[in-house]
Nanobody, 126 residues
Framework: QVQLVESGGGSVQPGGSLRLSCAVS????????MAWFRQAPGKEREGVAG????????HYVDSVRGRFTISQDNAKSTVFLQIDSLQPEDTAIYYC???????????????????WGQGTQVTVSS
């Protein structure tokens, strides 16, 4: 059974950085693709970054490209999301999710993103 546990969220000032972690256990081929999502208050959940665990290929939505970096450790047991130049509009709950196909696990559909973590809160304010 796949388990995903996020950590690393917190409160930061604009311009700061955070590194979120997603610990992966029970990985199988159903976790070939890992993605980070965020859901801001009153907004729909959106996939922001994805990684193919096999070779480390990455994909980003345009709104975060250049500020967000998704990566994994050598053991492929943890997926990270480095967020730089944080802005108030980055305030959200951040979730990691797993699915079988890259980059489709960024879609957030039941078929493509079938395992989820509990989320970690990121708050950006001065």
């Amino acid at each position: 059974q796949v388990q995903l546990v996020e950590s690393g969220g917190g409160s930061v000032q604009p311009g700061g950085s955070l590194r979120l972690s997603c610990a992966v256990s029970g990985a199988t081929s159903s976790t070939n693709c890992m993605a980070w999502f965020r859901q801001a208050p009153g907004k729909e959940r959106e996939g922001v970054a994805g990684i193919y665990r096999g070779d480390g290929r990455t994909h980003y939505v345009d709104s975060v490209r250049g500020r967000f970096t998704i990566s994994q450790d050598n053991a492929k047991s943890t997926v990270f999301l480095q967020i730089d130049s944080l802005q108030p509009e980055d305030t959200a709950i951040y979730y990691c999710a797993a699915g079988p196909r890259f980059p489709l696990c960024m879609l957030g559909t039941r078929a493509e993103s079938h395992d989820w973590g509990q989320g970690t809160q990121v708050t950006v304010s001065s």
